[in-house]
């Protein structure tokens, strides 16, 4: 897997970088990448955000987590 490095990308990486991946990501303020993913129930959202944290923290990349009922922002 390519990672680009920790600066940035500016707003026409932005838009290369995302044909890239699934079209349900949504470019936020040419800044950052956002994405709801629906479950079943809390528990079941809850765990996909905790296998996700780690993976977060084996790449030292710290997303930012929105928790609710049945999903995970």
Known sequence: MYFRGKNPMKEDELIIYSTKISNDWEII???HLQRIWKF??????????????????????????????????
């Open 29 to 31: 303020e040419n800044h």
């Open 40 to 73: 079943s129930d809390f528990k079941e959202a809850l765990e996909f955000l905790n296998i996700t944290a780690e993976i977060c923290e084996i790449e030292n990349h710290h997303a930012n987590y929105e928790l609710g009922w049945a999903y995970v922002k």
